[in-house]
């Protein structure tokens, strides 16, 4: 017990202090996760909204499928895209292996279908006649989307939640496409896993404390919202 304290100790001083690798570590996860949800949610969000108002063939399929990539795990993700990115492959001339770009395009995959799968779901538990009767009214699609996604954004806000959530502490795609360089593409995941194989857990420590403050912090962000958005009768 003495030594968990005086390691959860000495991680509090890593990071307070400002120690410029562990700051650095910590940059690069957010970086890199940041953009590959800025990216991924849009089209994701879309795509869900097809789903759930428009009928074509092969929409079930489509549906399926999404659902079955929730469960595919990280390490697969990494090891396609790691044969995809290598010299041997077919994007080898692109030289996107070892970089920040490839970790993004990783977790792009890994968080996509958890956006479209959690959107769909929370659209399709909507009132389906709120789009009806903006169409009605007179209202573009667009507009009327733009209708529909307000009545359900506190389920679109826990699907974006929980995909960056799962990409900013997945360890399988990032390691295998990023190499875990320091300074250039060491996430805060890889970082954990390399110093916890060292046997050195302060840092290990350190990083898994952001990570935990910053669930916490986004949980708190979302329940505060919901909050503001209840009906009080």
């Not at 410029?20 to 089209?43: E, G, Y």
């Not at 359900?152 to 939640?161: H, K, N, P, T």
Request: aromatic share 8%; with cysteine.
């Amino acid at each position: 017990m003495d030594d968990i304290m005086s390691a959860s100790l000495q991680a509090l001083n890593l990071l307070f202090s400002g120690d410029t690798q562990v700051w650095r570590i910590i940059s690069v996860s957010f970086s890199v996760s940041l953009k590959a949800i800025l990216i991924a949610t849009l089209p994701a969000i879309a795509l869900a909204f097809v789903l759930a108002y428009y009928t074509f063939p092969g929409r079930r399929l489509v549906i399926t499928l999404f659902n079955t990539a929730l469960a595919i795990p990280a390490v697969v993700v990494g090891l396609t895209l790691y044969l995809l990115l290598s010299r041997s492959g077919p994007f080898g001339e692109l030289h996107l292996l070892f970089t920040q770009d490839a970790m993004v395009i990783g977790q792009i995959i890994l968080c996509f279908p958890l956006l479209v799968a959690m959107s769909h779901a929370s659209l399709q538990s909507s009132d389906q006649r709120a789009w009806e009767t903006a169409i009605t009214l007179g209202a573009s699609p667009f507009y009327a989307a733009i209708t529909v996604l307000k009545e359900v954004r506190f389920g679109l806000m826990a699907a974006v939640i929980a995909a960056f959530g799962r990409i900013i502490a997945e360890v399988g795609s990032s390691m295998m496409v990023g190499g875990n360089i320091l300074n250039h593409t060491r996430n805060i995941p890889t970082a954990i896993a390399l110093e916890t194989s060292k046997g050195s857990f302060v840092q290990g420590i350190a990083l898994g404390m952001v990570l935990l403050t910053m669930a916490l912090l986004l949980n708190f962000v979302l329940t505060g919202v919901q909050g503001k958005g209840e009906v009080i009768h």
